[in-house]
């Protein structure tokens, strides 16, 4: 009988490693790690979503109270009916377009063309005109003096919290390309519903926002900004977006009577050169600064100021002399309003402009384009800011991608993932150094670059569009994943367009859950569904937005399925707006009415036809759609390991007999576990029958369920399981790579199910006598 050496890999600890060649990597360290991450000494599967609505009463209407709307109004009180009526909405802003909804109670009304039907999940009818926004509704019996609710369908563009309320009760506020959002009532909904805030932006102007301590102490301020202005250096256009500001009750803009004048025309107050909009607004030592300021000259022309921070007086921004420039002075006769009391602006000595910034403790960063930088308090009233340089090579590409720490701020920078102390900048992605190359400069991708820290599970979120992205889509398709304390790294595959908190979750109850019971993977007594635990919520390129669980095993079905036709035999044609998926790929089709079929199955893409739309083969699914429809992206664990070979240092190949895998126990789990042997990508079960030896290579399948009761009756108590592999192959070393095969693919009982290995066992011998 073979004696055979045994290795413990575990803990694992080291995750994704590119900066060696795969042989000289850590043994507990991976060559790849896609929709896998390394936490506390186990590699378990990506985090999955969940929608965070509730009060919904169907799972065709789920979806929809994650969903970013707008309240168009109700239906006539006896018949039910909407009669042909441009929605209330002002434009210009407003966009009318494909691939829209509405709903009135149960039933979803989805827009397939441009003038004319919509498909409709009940027995209303309607039709909408995407020219002049017109909607009708008839035959709507069922649901008399009903609120029409209307999905803009845009993209998410920020998520914030408003400063109001009590602790871990802040509202969560949203932003779409047009309108902010607030989540009350187990729903989204828009804010400030009487004709104002409207936006003019497009995909690429995100929201940030800042909350001041307001008149009072109860009465919070939240300042935001999209930076959209049409000519920052020309013309002021009417479609330029203000600064504004949101008191908890009222939205107004930071223009005309409430603007920031910076110096009053001919000494009258209210006119004069003001503030147009800034990239940055900050909170900092009783003061309102605006970093990287777009001015208007007091002539109806913009100037940007790429390298400005401009800074009010010591106390309320409202006040009328709160942003006079020293010796500025009306002729208001007003005193201690009349004339400038400290408000002033000073210009970095570079040319770059500001990114982004943040605070370490109570001092402010500010990232430069290739430059850090201190704007340091002086504590001097006559001149209270100064700029400091910190690093004059290392800065920031992506105004949402800094996070901060309590002794560092860690920004994504053209060269690299930079951590910032105050004292210094250094990268911290040397595991990784090649990774930050590959975000994608297509569609300005480096401005779609958001992160996030989830305490809960001590990793920070990068979402990104990569360079290998179809050149069709423009939304991010990946997300990088850090953990802050081991330093490793991993990747997912997900389309996330902005990042936020969310402290206002209520428990989750089983009546609440969508999922079935051998779906949900996560404890009754988690954290993550707890009430008021702080959540981090994402939101997409579709208006949804759903809640981060790293407890959750499945991706949310975040993808509405606009159409559903069949233009061949066994071909399912999906419309999905935006959907930024690729050939090979899986997805779900779930709760797609009128279609008969299973309510959820799992499909592979054969084909990308557009941005919005792909096929699948989908033998099984027929009948014509109604709408209501949702899809999910199916992630595919993708791990390759080290090419081991513990006989290396001796100059012998290795023999791999089995791997003891000790996993984490499962409903229904299983895994494929691929190898390759000398350094080669030849799959060793691919090449039994191909080689012509007729060898029965196995199907290597890892189970993470527990064996049969007959034979192994404690594994169903158990809480880790050590399940065989068994490769029998030799070479100058062994690499495996661990992914679902597309049978598994398709099974969501698989595909949804929890995943994590705690360690493994090698049994190797060595053989030869020299490496060969």
Not at 46 to 72: C, K, N, Q
Not at 282 to 305: P, Q, W
Not at 628 to 657: H, T
Request: proline content about 5%; aromatic content about 12%; charged content about 15%.
């Amino acid at each position: 009988m073979a004696k055979f050496d045994r290795f413990l890999i575990a803990p694992l600890n080291t995750g994704l490693v590119t900066d060696l060649k795969s042989f000289l990597i850590p043994d507990d360290a991976y060559a790849r790690l896609q929709n896998a991450y390394v936490f506390r000494g186990r590699t378990r599967k990506r985090f999955g979503s969940r929608f965070m609505g509730s009060g919904w009463s169907s799972a065709v209407t789920e979806p929809l109270f994650s969903r970013l709307r707008v309240d168009v109004g109700s239906t006539a009180a006896v018949s039910g009916n909407f009669p042909a009526t441009i929605i209330p909405v002002l434009t210009p802003g407003a966009l009318w377009k494909i691939g829209q909804q509405f709903s009135v109670g149960t039933t979803v009304f989805t827009v397939v063309v441009a003038n004319g039907a919509l498909l409709t999940t009940g027995a209303a009818t309607g039709t909408f005109n995407t020219a002049n926004g017109t909607l009708t509704i008839t035959g709507n019996t069922t649901n008399p003096s009903t609120a029409i609710w209307w999905y803009p369908s845009e993209p998410v563009m920020g998520l914030t919290n408003y400063g109001q309320s009590t602790i871990n009760n802040k509202p969560s506020y949203a932003f779409d390309t047009r309108f902010a959002y607030v989540f009350a009532g187990g729903f989204w909904q828009r804010s400030g519903m009487d004709v104002t805030p409207i936006w003019h932006g497009d995909n690429l102007d995100f929201f940030w926002t800042e909350n001041w301590q307001g008149p009072f102490d109860d009465d919070p301020i939240m300042f935001v900004t999209n930076f959209q202005v049409n000519t920052p250096n020309g013309p002021i256009t009417a479609t330029d977006d203000p600064l504004w500001y949101f008191d908890g009750t009222v939205w107004t803009a930071v223009t005309g009577v409430t603007g920031f004048y910076v110096n009053p025309g001919g000494g009258a107050p209210k006119t004069g050169p003001s503030v147009s909009t800034a990239r940055l607004i900050v909170a900092f030592k009783d003061r309102l600064v605006l970093l990287n300021t777009i001015e208007n000259n007091g002539s109806g022309v913009n100037v940007n100021y790429p390298n400005r921070a401009r800074f009010s007086h010591n106390g309320s921004p409202f006040s009328q002399n709160a942003w006079y420039e020293p010796n500025a002075f009306d002729n208001s006769a007003i005193p201690n309003l009349d004339t400038g009391d400290g408000a002033d602006w000073i210009d970095a000595t570079t040319e770059e402009s500001i990114v982004s910034a943040e605070f370490i403790k109570d001092r402010l960063i500010v990232y430069f384009e290739r430059s850090t930088w201190e704007l340091a308090y002086t504590g001097n009233e006559i001149l209270p800011f100064v700029w400091q340089k910190i690093n004059t090579e290392l800065g920031s590409e992506a105004t949402f991608s800094t996070v901060p720490f309590d002794r560092e701020v860690i920004t994504i920078g053209n060269v690299g993932i930079h951590s910032c102390s105050g004292a210094n900048v250094q990268r911290i992605d040397t595991k990784i150094p090649d990774e930050v190359f590959k975000i994608s400069n297509k569609n300005q991708g480096v401005k779609r670059v958001a992160g996030i820290r989830d305490y809960y599970v001590e990793m920070v979120y990068w979402t990104f569009p990569s360079d290998n992205v179809n050149s069709l889509h423009v939304y991010p398709n990946r997300v990088l994943v850090y953990n802050y304390k081991n330093g490793s790294w991993g990747f997912n595959d997900d389309c996330i367009t902005a990042f936020g908190y969310f402290e206002q979750q209520l428990g989750v109850t089983w009546a609440s859950q969508s999922t079935s019971w051998a779906e949900a993977n996560f404890s009754w007594n988690s954290g993550t569904v707890a009430a008021q635990f702080r959540q981090v919520i994402a939101g997409n390129q579709q208006g949804y937005v759903f809640i981060i669980d790293a407890e959750e095993s499945r991706n949310e079905r975040a993808l509405q399925i606009t159409n559903l036709t069949y233009p061949a035999v066994s071909t399912v044609e999906l419309t999905i707006l935006d959907h930024t998926l690729d050939v090979g790929e899986f997805i779900s089709i779930e709760n797609a009415q009128g279609i008969n079929g299973p309510i959820t199955g799992l499909y592979k893409i054969i084909t990308v036809i557009d941005k919005d739309t792909v096929q699948v083969n989908a033998p099984d699914v027929s009948g014509v759609y109604l709408g209501g429809g949702n899809s999910a992206r199916i992630s595919n664990i993708m791990i390759l390991s080290k090419q081991w070979n513990p006989y290396l240092d001796k100059d012998r190949n290795v023999y791999l007999a089995k791997i003891d895998f000790g996993v984490t126990k499962t409903e229904n789990g299983e895994i494929t576990v691929d190898y390759f042997p000398s350094a080669t990508n030849l799959s060793m079960i691919g090449q039994g029958g191909v080689s012509g030896t007729g060898a029965l290579m196995g199907t290597n399948i890892l189970e993470t369920r527990p064996y049969s009761a007959t034979f192994a009756p404690l594994e169903q108590m158990q809480e880790r399981l050590w399940h065989p592999v068994y490769f029998q192959t030799e070479g100058t070393c062994i690499q495996i790579y661990i992914h679902f095969n597309d049978r598994q693919m398709s099974d969501s009982a698989i595909a949804w199910d929890f995943f994590e290995i705690q360690g493994l066992v090698l049994y190797v011998m060595p053989t030869s006598s020299r490496l060969a």
